[in-house]
């Protein structure tokens, strides 16, 4: 009697039962071999920050892991169960060679382990957590302050050079606060060469945007004078989404506004709703505007989620959806003053590329469609705009009392 026999025997009585018992140990045993199969480590890859670096080790499943701190010299690795190497493994070392580590190491440990090694030059904290789709290890480490030098030696002549960390302007501090005051930076999206959403008669969202941004300014400068007010363009010129997110965090703001208008097929479309920063869009209809909004195809859109699912910032992400219904209700309870029937598109959240690196609670606000005539004629005028201020104000000010944020 063969192997096989011993597993899978039964005493069938009929001939339909013996290949229906012989099938389920067919499948028992893939199953088995299945289970035992060890998950594949397919890319591994940083990003480095001026304060942080961030290590995803890619695999095609979930799996378990060990991590270890060595020292002498200072090492950090994460080991990977029931792992191999993808085959075509090449770089097995990653330089890096940032204010918190020179590189990274990978290797096959032993049969069933593959170990990822940080050769760490100075760290304060670090954190290893696990994500799902695509399945990923991720390893986070937050730099540490710098050590100040000891004093000099009477035994020792002066060096000839300075040290080399004067000489290094990416250390630079960031740009003073006037007055140590708290900053909001406002956005009125596209301008210049580009124009956002068209509406009748020549009307366009870059336009109506930064009108009722400029309304929005003059209210928190005359109703929360401790704060200052910046604006990612004041005319009509194009800014790059990446230039505007670099500014608000260059200023350390408290909160950031996107502020935009909406366009659709449907002429009937209209109403106004509030969107945060999200991983991914839940629905086919964020993805279109996200995908709009970030200027970019469907195809490219996905390629710009799967990166953005490495980015864990779970907190912001928490606040900005505070602050986006904070907003989205002020905004429509002051717009249903002048429009009952305004309808309340609510709050949602997607990956738009202008809100994915702020470092404070950041949102976009869609204040109406400008392909819509009835909303297209009331953006045009100043007295809409005023309205759609005063609840873009209203929605901020809620937030700002309420957050756990301190100010200075």
């Known amino acids: 009697m063969s192997k096989l026999d011993n597993v899978c025997h039964w005493p069938a009585q009929t001939w339909m039962l013996s290949i229906i018992s012989l099938i389920l140990c067919v499948w028992f045993v893939a199953q088995a071999g299945y289970a035992a199969a060890p998950h594949i480590v397919e890319e591994v890859r940083f990003r480095s920050e001026p304060a942080s670096t961030r290590v995803v080790i890619e695999t095609n499943g979930a799996l378990r892991y060990a991590v270890g701190r060595l020292p002498n010299p200072e090492r950090l690795y994460v080991d990977l169960l029931q792992a191999r190497l993808a085959s075509g493994w090449q770089n097995n070392q990653l330089s890096v060679n940032d204010a918190r580590i020179t590189a990274i190491r990978v290797a096959q440990h032993h049969r069933g382990v593959v170990r990822v090694v940080l050769d760490i030059k100075r760290i304060k904290t670090y954190k290893v957590f ?101 604006m990612t363009r004041e005319k009509d010129v194009f800014v790059p989404l990446t230039e505007r997110t670099k500014l608000a965090n260059d200023n350390q703001a408290e909160v950031f506004l996107s502020i935009h208008t909406n366009a659709s097929k449907r002429r009937n479309v209209r109403g106004v709703e509030t969107w945060y920063f999200s991983f991914e869009a839940k629905t086919e209809r964020a993805q279109h505007i996200a995908a709009r909004e970030n200027n970019m195809s469907s195809n490219q859109f996905s390629e710009l989620e799967r990166i953005l699912r490495d980015l864990h910032e779970t907190d912001r992400i928490n606040q900005s959806a505070l602050l986006a219904g904070a907003t989205q209700k002020a905004l429509v309870r002051s717009l249903s003053k002048r429009d009952k029937k305004v309808p309340d598109r609510g709050v949602d959240g997607a990956p738009f590329i202008v809100l994915l690196r702020t470092e404070m609670p950041s949102i976009l606000v869609e204040v109406g469609f400008l392909t819509n005539k009835t909303e297209a004629a009331q953006l045009r005028r100043k007295s809409y705009q005023n309205a759609l201020a005063q609840g873009m104000f209203r929605g901020l000010n809620t937030f700002l009392s309420k957050s756990a944020m301190k100010m200075d």
């Open 130 to 230: 696990s994500l799902k789709k695509p399945y990923r290890i991720v390893i986070d480490l937050q730099g540490a302050k710098p050590v100040k030098p000891p004093p000099p030696q009477q035994a020792r002549a002066p060096k000839p050079k300075p040290p080399r960390k004067a000489a290094r302007p990416l250390q630079a501090k960031p740009p003073p606060r006037a007055g140590s005051r708290p900053t909001i930076v406002i956005d009125p999206g596209h301008g210049g060469k580009d124009p956002g959403a068209l509406g009748p008669n020549g009307l366009q969202e870059k336009t109506v945007v930064l009108q009722v941004a400029k309304a929005l300014r003059q209210l928190i400068r005359k109703r929360l004078p401790r704060y200052r007010v910046i």
